[in-house]
C-alpha cells in the first residue's frame, strides 16, 4: 500500500528524489485540504522511524478534524505499518480502521493486503486462530499470486495440528508457485512437508519431499542448506545414520561459512545423535559439546535440553560420572524451563484480548487528543495572526520593564532556587529509603506468597493421590513409599475402583517440582476420566485413551510432555491381575526369585513409537510381591565414587528385604536412599509401592 501511494504522487512533484523537509515546509504553507492530503500522503510513503510515527499521527488528526476518511485510512496504514513490528496491538488497531475504508470502496486489492497484514500481527501475538481467519480472508479476495497466502495458512495449520488441511493447503501452494514459475518457493514448499512426514515418522515420505526440494534449489540458497540438515536428520532417525552422516556434515560445512549459528547448533546436536547410533562415542562427544556450547551462548534452550541429555548418555557410558551428574542435572533443569515456559505462555494467551481491548482504547483517546491539540493550534494562529502588531509594541516596553526587573530579583532568585535544591536532595534521600524498605517487604510477601502457593499446590495433589486407607481396604498387605525432590512432585501414584475391579497407578510425569505437579494433575484428571466416566476397563486400553486426550490438549505442536507408568487392575471376580506399562516395568519376586515382567518402549505421549499399548497378565501365587517404582531411586548420583544406584542393584535390594514384613522393606529402602545420596541433590521424584499377593 505504501509503495503504491508514493509512484502515484512522485511524478506531479519530483522528478528523481524527494526531499521530505523541502515538503513538509511547502506542508505548512498550504492552505487548502486536497493539496495537505496528497503532501502529508507523499511524506509518510518517504519516511521512516520516528519521522513515520510524527507524520502520520499529524495526518491521521489533520483527516480527522477536516473528516477525510481516504486520509484517516492512509495514516492508519502508516501507523500500522509503524507499529507492526514491535506492537501489534497497536497495528491491529489501525490497519482495521483503514480496512474498514476500503471496504467500503470495495477495493479489493487492498482489502486482500490489510486482511494479510493483520493475519501477520495476530500471527506475531500467538493468535494463531485469528491469522488464520484473516489470512483465508486475503485469499478469497485475491485474484492470483496466491502461493505465499497459501503458504501461511498451511504454516497455521500445521502449527494447530491440522496435518491433513496443512497438507492440501501446502500442494495448492505449490500449484500456484510452478503457475508463476516461482520453482524457489515450490522447492522450499516441498521442504515444509517433508517436515511434517518426519515429526509423523514417516520417514520416506520426508524422503521422497525432501529430495525433491534440494533437487530443485540453488546450492547457493539457504533453503539448500536447511534441506541438507533435514534430510540428515532424517537418514539418522530412519536408521541409515551412516548416510545421515554425510548429508549431516556437509550441511554443517556450510553453515559454518554462513556463519548461521542457530543452524549450526541443531545440526552439531544431530552430528552427535547419529554418531553415537554409530557406535562412536568420541567423535559424537566431541560434535554435542560443541553443539552444546554454542546453543548456551545463544540461548538456545531447546538444543541445550538435547545436547545436555546425550552428554550425560556419553559420559555415563564412558564410566565418566562426575560428567554425567553435571549434563543430568543440566537436562532436567532445561527440560524444567521448556515445560515452565509453555505454561507460561498458555496463561499468557488468555489475557492477550483483554489487554489488545485496554491498548486500542489508550490509541483512541491519544488520537482524540491529537485531533483537538490540531485545531488548538489552528485557531491560536488565527488569534497570534490579528495580535502582532499589538504584540510588538507592548514587547518592547515589556523588553525595558524586565531588564530592569531582572537585574534586581536575580539575587532573590538564586537562593530561592538553591533552598529548592537542598530541600529535593533531602526529600529524594527519604524517598529512597521509603522505596527501598517497601521494595524489600514486597519482595519478602512475594517469597511467603509463592512459597504458600506451593504448599497449597502440595495439598491439592495429595488429595488426588491414592489414599492410604483406601489402597489398604482392597490390597491388605503393602507399603508406599513416596519421596518427592522438590515440595510438589511430578511421580505419583493413584487407585480407584470400579465394579469388582481395583486400578492401582504408579506413574513419573514429564519434570518434576512445579511443571511436573501440573502435568501430574492433568494426568490423574485424564486416567479418573477413563476409568470412572468412560466406563474403559482393559489397562491398555485405559493408557491408550489418556495419550489421545494429552495429544489432543497439550501436544498440539508436537511437545512431548505426558508420562512413563505402570496401570494394574486386579480383578477379584476372575482372581485375575493385568497390566498395561509404559516405558517402566513392574517386579514379580516369585519363590525367592526376580522375574522382569514386560513393558512397552513408548511413552503415554507423544513419542518416537505410537502404537497401541500391550494387555499383559501376571501369573502370581498367593505369598509373591509385586513391585511398582519409576525411575528416581535407580537414576540417583550417590556412593563412593558419585554414580547411578541402577536398577539392578534396586531389583537385588528389593530381593533382599523380600522375607521381611512390608513396613520394614519401606523403611529400608529410604535409609538405604539416604545413605547412598550422602551430600549430593537428589536428582529425581521417587515413587515405589510393594504388594503382597
Known amino acids: 500500500m505504501r509503495i503504491l501511494l508514493v509512484y502515484c504522487f512522485l511524478i506531479p512533484f519530483f522528478s528523481f528524489s524527494i526531499n521530505v523537509d523541502s515538503l513538509t515546509s511547502i506542508l505548512r504553507k498550504e492552505k487548502k485540504i486536497d493539496k495537505k492530503i496528497d503532501l502529508y500522503s507523499i511524506i509518510c510513503e518517504n519516511s521512516e522511524g520516528t519521522q513515520l510515527l510524527r507524520i502520520a499521527k499529524e495526518y491521521y488528526a489533520f483527516s480527522k ?48 493486503n490489510f486482511h494479510n497484514q493483520l493475519g501477520v500481527c495476530y500471527f506475531t501475538k500467538g493468535d ?76 520416506d515420505k520426508a524422503e521422497k519431499y525432501m529430495l525433491s526440494a534440494i533437487n530443485k534449489i540453488s546450492p547457493q540458497h539457504y533453503s539448500y542448506i536447511q534441506g541438507l540438515a ?19 556434515l556437509k550441511a554443517a560445512s556450510l553453515l559454518r561459512k554462513e556463519n548461521n549459528l542457530k543452524g549450526l547448533a541443531f545440526t552439531l546436536a544431530n552430528l552427535g545423535t547419529t554418531y553415537s547410533l554409530l557406535g562412536k ?42 560428567n554425567s551428574l553435571k549434563y543430568n542435572k543440566i537436562y532436567h533443569q532445561s527440560k524444567d524451563s ?44 488565527v488569534e ?55 521494595q524489600k517487604e514486597i519482595v519478602e510477601e512475594n517469597q ?5 502457593s506451593i504448599h497449597y499446590a502440595k495439598r491439592i495433589q495429595n488429595t488426588l493421590l491414592a489414599h492410604q486407607d483406601f489402597v489398604d481396604e482392597n490390597l491388605p498387605h503393602n507399603f508406599i513409599f513416596f519421596n518427592p525432590k522438590d515440595i510438589v512432585s511430578g511421580d505419583f501414584y493413584w487407585a480407584a475402583k470400579k465394579g469388582n475391579k481395583f486400578y492401582m497407578a504408579v506413574c513419573d510425569s514429564t519434570g518434576h517440582g512445579v511443571p511436573g505437579a501440573f502435568m501430574s494433575l492433568l494426568n490423574i484428571g485424564f486416567l479418573s476420566e477413563a476409568i470412572n466416566e468412560k466406563g474403559i476397563e482393559k489397562p491398555n486400553e485405559v493408557l491408550n485413551f489418556v495419550r489421545e486426550r494429552l495429544i489432543a490438549n497439550i501436544s498440539k505442536e508436537g511437545q512431548q510432555d505426558g508420562f512413563d507408568g505402570i496401570l494394574v487392575c486386579f480383578d477379584n471376580a476372575n482372581k485375575q491381575i493385568t497390566y498395561s506399562a509404559a516405558n517402566n516395568s513392574p517386579l514379580l519376586i516369585q519363590n525367592n526369585l526376580i522375574i522382569d515382567l514386560e513393558a512397552d ?23 509373591d510381591t509385586l513391585y511398582l517404582y519409576t525411575d528416581g531411586y535407580a537414576d540417583q548420583f550417590g556412593g563412593p565414587k558419585g554414580k547411578k544406584f541402577k536398577y539392578k542393584p534396586l531389583n537385588e535390594l528389593l530381593l533382599q528385604n523380600n522375607s521381611q514384613p512390608l513396613h520394614e522393606q519401606k523403611n529400608n529402602l529410604k535409609l538405604n536412599f539416604e545413605n547412598w545420596k550422602g551430600n549430593l541433590e537428589q536428582v529425581d521424584d521417587v515413587c515405589i509401592i510393594g504388594i503382597k499377593i
Do not use: W
Open 338 to 381: 521448556i515445560v515452565s515456559e509453555k505454561i507460561a505462555n498458555k496463561i499468557n494467551e488468555s489475557n492477550i484480548k483483554y489487554e489488545s481491548t485496554l491498548k486500542d482504547l489508550e490509541l483512541l483517546k491519544q488520537a482524540e487528543k491529537i485531533s483537538k491539540s490540531e485545531v488548538l493550534i489552528q485557531k491560536q494562529n
Open 128 to 203: 494463531l486462530n485469528t491469522a488464520l481467519e484473516h489470512y483465508i480472508k486475503c485469499s478469497e479476495h485475491m485474484a492470483e499470486k496466491k502461493g505465499f497466502i497459501l503458504n501461511n495458512i498451511a504454516q497455521i495449520f500445521s502449527k494447530l495440528g491440522q496435518i491433513d488441511k496443512a497438507l492440501t493447503t501446502y500442494s495448492q501452494s505449490i500449484d500456484c508457485f510452478n503457475l508463476e514459475g516461482d520453482s524457489m518457493m515450490a522447492a522450499a514448499i516441498n521442504q515444509n512437508i517433508g517436515m511434517m512426514y518426519l515429526e509423523k515418522l514417516e520417514y
Open 65 to 112: 478534524t477536516n473528516r477525510s476518511e481516504k486520509g484517516v485510512a492512509q495514516a492508519c496504514d502508516n501507523l500500522g505499518y509503524y507499529y507492526q513490528v514491535n506492537k501489534p496491538d497497536s497495528a491491529i488497531y489501525f490497519y482495521k480502521q483503514a480496512l474498514a475504508f476500503y471496504e467500503k470502496q470495495k477495493d479489493t486489492i487492498r482489502i486482500a
Open 281 to 322: 562415542d568420541q567423535e559424537a562427544l566431541t560434535y554435542c559439546i560443541e553443539g552444546y556450547e554454542l546453543s548456551k551462548k545463544l540461548g538456545f534452550l531447546e538444543n541445550i535440553e538435547k545436547t545436555s541429555r546425550m552428554l550425560a548418555h556419553i559420559y555415563e557410558k564412558k564410566g565418566d560420572y562426575k
Open 384 to 438: 497570534a495572526e490579528k495580535k502582532r502588531k499589538f504584540i510588538f509594541i507592548l514587547s518592547l516596553f515589556g523588553l525595558f520593564v524586565f531588564s530592569f526587573s531582572i537585574f534586581i530579583f536575580r539575587a532573590y532568585k538564586q537562593k530561592q532556587q538553591a533552598n529548592k535544591i537542598i530541600t529535593q536532595q533531602k526529600n529524594e534521600v527519604e524517598k529512597q529509603k521509603q522505596i527501598i524498605e517497601q
Open 230 to 248: 533435514n534430510l540428515g536428520l532424517n537418514y539418522s532417525l530412519k536408521g541409515e545414520p551412516e548416510k545421515g552422516k554425510i548429508y549431516l
Open 448 to 452: 511467603k506468597e509463592i512459597l504458600d
Open 601 to 623: 518402549r513408548m511413552p503415554v505421549g507423544i513419542g518416537e513409537r505410537k502404537e497401541d499399548f500391550k494387555l499383559y497378565t501376571i501369573n502370581a501365587n498367593p505369598g
